[in-house]
């Protein structure tokens, strides 16, 4: 069983357009997050979602907003797709009462034209 | 406020020599450490990690790191690496206090040469 899956795993599309990515874990973690890796694999946290409380990076521009329909998703929604969005997002869940160790999801990569 | 930083940002090294991979963090709070790593094209995993306790900490794969708290230092070792151990390795502290804060460092890029 896949403990952090990611869909979908490539995402190809043009500049302007509306995205989601969608998040699972099945670990039963309470926490969640949002990571985007840009070309020079430097790995920059976008949010973390821990009993329905939301913590936002403050750079992240607001085009991106979480959603979490209950504990075990975490979905990433893009507007108006800019060039620069083009990255490897990966989400990632943790265990707060077990010292946080993230369990990340094999990453979506995704290509703005 | 917490940051993280690795101090190189690539390692070149030969089959079966030495490593070390040093990271520097700074935080106001307590914080658990960890070391993940990132092979290509797929995702971060668990390497080792510092909660508490010996601050000598043995991973998976023969990795093993020491935290300093003088020194604000957590340095990864290997004693004896292999062309497999070819991958990005990042740093990173999760603060203590605050559920989902965490901070990663930019990565240090490990290459084994035969």
């Known amino acids: 069983d896949t403990a952090v899956s990611q869909t979908p795993k490539y995402l190809v599309t043009q500049m302007g357009n509306d995205k989601s990515i969608k998040c699972e874990q099945n670990l039963g973690h309470d926490t969640m997050y949002w990571y985007k890796q840009d070309s020079k694999k430097f790995l920059k946290i976008m949010f973390s979602y821990n009993n329905k409380e939301l913590i936002i990076n403050e750079t992240v521009p607001n085009r991106f907003s979480p959603k979490s329909p209950d504990k075990a998703h975490l979905n990433l929604h893009i507007n108006s797709l800019e060039l620069g969005d083009s990255a490897v997002y990966f989400c990632?869940?943790?265990?707060?009462?077990?010292?946080?160790?993230?369990?990340f999801g094999p990453g979506t990569r995704l290509t703005v034209l | 406020a917490q940051s993280v930083t690795q101090l190189d940002s690539q390692v070149p090294v030969f089959e079966e020599a030495p490593v070390e991979l040093r990271c520097n963090y700074s935080s106001s709070v307590s914080v658990y450490l960890f070391w993940y790593v990132q092979y290509p094209n797929q995702g971060l995993q668990l390497l080792l990690k510092?909660?508490?306790?010996?601050?000598l900490v043995k991973g998976i794969n023969g990795f093993e790191a020491e935290f300093n708290k003088s020194q604000t230092s957590f340095h990864l070792r290997k004693p004896s690496v292999h062309i497999s151990d070819t991958a990005e390795y990042f740093c990173a502290v999760s603060d203590l206090v605050y559920a989902g804060k965490s901070t990663f460092g930019d990565g240090t890029t490990l290459t084994v040469k035969p």
């Open positions: 990632a869940s943790s265990q707060e009462s077990t010292g946080r160790e993230q369990f």
């Open positions: 510092y909660l508490s306790g010996s601050t």
